[in-house]
């Protein structure tokens, strides 16, 4: 009888010391060699909540932000919806993602997020949402702009650098100043009465009232802070237009 339950005693040991296959682990077989594991990683929708009153009425209002996993970019959809008024939800192709650094230098955030840009004050308030900066350039820039109960988008279009969203003038219409592309530098020089110098596109800044139906340009406002801080040759960007950027800061210059 002892060599009988030897042999069992084998067979169960051989038995517990097999491995069982791990839950949540698959084994790649295409590459046999390598020994190649991935783990299974569930995905998660990205959803968040905003609280806050964004018409000064005395009522709490939300922004919600969602979208299925993005890369890049973090969400698509995003819903507003305000206590006793306009409940409105609007979507994006692309992407929509964190907030500049840069126009945080410049602008006081009215709520604790680094997706969504409110302004806000007595009278009206104004969401600004950031398209994902692709290799190509942004593709999405948008302002939902309201009063009271109600709101709408604004504005949606490729607007590539934001740079300040205020009152200006303090009589309850706010401006944005940015650039609707970005300066293109493709060389250096010397030039004897500037120094050195980069060289590139025409790139000029706007200046855009937005109100309760529309954003359009200033174009007072545009050609007089273009002349006051850039240089001035009309509203449009132009590559064909040569400038020199001096190097320590001055005012660029149209090459000759």
């Known amino acids: 009888m002892k060599p009988y339950y030897l042999l069992l005693s084998l067979i ?7 491995a069982p296959q791990q839950k949540g682990i698959r084994y790649d077989s295409s590459h046999p060699f390598e020994n190649a594991i991935t783990e299974l990683q569930p995905t998660k929708k990205f959803h968040a909540v905003i609280t806050t009153d964004l018409n000064n009425d005395g009522k709490m209002d ?39 650094a840069s126009f945080l230098k410049k602008n006081q955030n009215a709520v604790n997020s680094p997706l969504v840009f409110v302004y806000k004050d007595n009278n ?28 709408k988008m604004v504005f949606d279009n490729a607007f ?15 401006t944005l100043l ?25 790139d000029p800044f706007s200046v855009l009232t937005i109100d309760m139906d529309t954003v359009v340009m200033d174009e007072t406002a545009t050609r ?7 240089i001035w040759l009309g509203p449009k960007a132009s590559e064909s237009l040569k400038i020199y950027y001096p190097e320590n800061g001055g005012k660029p210059v149209l090459a000759k």
């Open 12 to 18: 169960i040991i051989a038995g517990c010391q097999s």
């Open 160 to 174: 590539e650098t934001p740079i300040k969203l205020q009152d200006i003038n303090h009589d309850g219409h706010l």
């Open 224 to 230: 007089e802070y273009n002349e006051q801080n850039y």
């Open 62 to 100: 939300t922004i919600t932000m969602s979208g299925p996993p993005l890369d890049p970019g973090t969400f698509q959809q995003i819903e507003i919806a305000l206590n006793g008024g306009d409940i409105k939800t609007f979507e994006t192709d692309g992407a929509w993602d964190t907030i500049d």
């Open 178 to 202: 940015g650039r609707e592309g970005w300066v293109e530098l493709y060389g250096r020089t010397t030039i004897d009465s500037l120094g050195p110098v980069d060289i590139g596109t025409y």
């Open 124 to 151: 009206q308030f104004a969401i600004l949402l950031f398209g994902y900066i692709y290799g190509a350039g942004r593709e999405d820039f948008n302002v939902i702009y309201g009063k009271g109960a109600h709101f």
